[in-house]
């Protein structure tokens, strides 16, 4: 719709940001036009891996978070909107163990994005074995929807080879992560929603890696 002759254009003031760690409620500011509103997922946790003698797993890495990004005018938003941040995916348990999926982040009805799946577990093998990294999450709702990176397979070569391309899957907001050097330890997930990266392991069982939460950004436009 066009302008007329007379008609007063008022410029847009300062837009003020929320950003919700955790669940929680939006109210809608007076004077506000619109909200753009960003959503991530929680990253999912890596596999555990069971030690046998010398031999060696390496488990697979958690999928990173959806994304979703919406903007709502004022005559769509609520007077107050129920936020919900996906929560982190536990780490697979020491052994040969899946790790957890992260949780939905949500915005109202108007937006989501699901987390990622946790990573696939794996036991020592003196053969080949894969564990299958966790899917991302995927993004639904908004103007714009983003698939989270799937995680990084654990791949063992004749029971001695380690191929270390189990990373934690990223998200739009939280970078991937890679594997640790050192056997044993684990990598969580980087902020926001990324999945923890698979651990290897050889004589000694080991959990797997968290990932890391999702997150829900509002940004009110007046």
């Not at 999912?44 to 979703?68: C, F, I, P, Q, W």
């Not at 919900?84 to 697979?92: F, K, L, P, R, S």
Request: glycine residues 30%; neutral net charge; proline residues 1%.
């Amino acid at each position: 719709m066009g302008l007329n002759a007379g008609d007063t254009i008022i410029a847009p003031g300062n837009p003020a940001i929320q950003i919700f760690t955790s669940s929680g409620t939006w109210t809608k500011p007076n004077g506000v036009r619109a909200a753009r509103v960003r959503v991530v997922g929680g990253g999912g946790g890596s596999g555990g891996v069971t030690g046998s003698g010398t031999n060696n797993a390496m488990s697979a890495g958690g999928g990173g978070g959806g994304y979703a990004e919406q903007y709502i005018l004022a005559g769509s938003l609520s007077a107050t909107e129920t936020v919900t941040v996906g929560a982190a995916g536990a780490a697979g348990a020491s052994g040969n163990n899946a790790g957890g999926a992260g949780g939905t982040s949500s915005f109202g009805s108007h937006c989501s994005a699901t987390g990622g799946s946790g990573g696939a577990g794996m036991a020592g093998t003196t053969g080949n074995a894969n564990a299958v990294g966790g899917d991302g999450g995927t993004g639904s709702g908004g103007d714009l929807n983003i698939a989270g990176d799937d995680g990084g397979i654990g791949s063992v070569l004749s029971g001695s080879n380690v191929v270390r391309a189990a990373y934690g899957g990223g998200s739009a907001l939280g970078g991937s992560t890679r594997t640790a050097s050192t056997t044993g330890t684990a990598h969580n997930g980087k902020n926001y929603g990324g999945g923890g990266a698979g651990v290897l392991g050889t004589s000694a069982n080991a959990a797997g890696s968290a990932g890391a939460a999702g997150v829900v950004i509002v940004e009110s436009i007046y």
